[in-house]
T-cell receptor, first 116, second 107 residues
Framework: ETGVTQTPRHLVMGMTNKKSLKCEQH?????MYWYKQSAKKPLELMFV???????ENNSVPSRFSPECPNSSHLFLHLHTLQPEDSALYLC???????????????FGPGTRLTVL | RKEVEQDPGPFNVPEGATVAFNCTYS??????FFWYRQDCRKEPKLLMS???SGNEDGRFTAQLNRASQYISLLIRDSKLSDSATYLC????????FGAGTTVTVRA
């Protein structure tokens, strides 16, 4: 496997379900990100992990819970979602150098989530 | 004012035409910029970085205007395969994305 992979690619869930999205990067990067992309809207940064520590949490509702067990893996745990949470969820990774400087991000193919 | 603003388009152009569009940003201190390309139902991919002196990569030219706080992307000799959404990205320790400009190249 190369680059950034995400599973599942598609997910349909009810509002009472619990599911998890998985992301894995094979690039040796030290930072990983979750983004939400809704139709016709900019990518919204949700969470940032740098060296496995969460460094940013953009006021995301608690029904989204990230987990970063190591620098290669990132999860997004979902529970009691709402229909408006339906979107494309993209994972990305980068090699961040000095503090405060973000380099090019490489994206996974995304998980298209539909909440019924 | 939004951090990054783009004309959503769509820009419909014939093959071989030149198409150009801009992106404005709100933070005058921003130093680093990218253009990403996103094909329909695919992930964004880096097209090119934008340097203060401007840069060219084949048929693509990116320029930065700090005084007016915008960056531009110009595509010469458009190909059908250039049809995509082009995302403007401002790098201020985190990446801020525009909503994208859609370009459709027709035969």
């Amino acid at each position: 496997e190369t680059g950034v992979t995400q599973t599942p690619r598609h997910l349909v869930m009810g509002m009472t379900n619990k599911k998890s999205l998985k992301c894995e990067q094979h690039l040796g990067h030290n930072a990983m990100y979750w983004y939400k992309q809704s139709a016709k809207k900019p990518l919204e940064l949700m969470f940032v992990y740098s060296l496995e520590e969460r460094v940013e949490n953009n006021s995301v509702p608690s029904r989204f819970s990230p987990e970063c067990p190591n620098s290669s893996h990132l999860f997004l745990h979902l529970h009691t979602l709402q229909p408006e949470d339906s979107a494309l969820y993209l994972c990305a990774s980068s090699q961040d150098g000095r503090q405060g400087q973000s380099n090019e991000q490489f994206f996974g193919p995304g998980t298209r989530l539909t909440v019924l | 004012r939004k951090e990054v603003e783009q004309d959503p388009g769509p820009f419909n152009v014939p093959e071989g035409a030149t198409v150009a569009f801009n992106c404005t940003y709100s933070n005058s201190a921003s130093q680093s910029f990218f253009w990403y390309r996103q094909d329909c139902r695919k992930e964004p991919k880096l097209l090119m970085s934008v340097y203060s002196s401007g840069n060219e990569d084949g048929r693509f030219t990116a320029q930065l205007n700090r005084a007016s706080q915008y960056i531009s992307l110009l595509i010469r000799d458009s190909k059908l395969s250039d049809s995509a959404t082009y995302l403007c990205v401002v790098n201020d320790y985190k990446l801020s994305f525009g909503a994208g400009t859609t370009v459709t190249v027709r035969a």
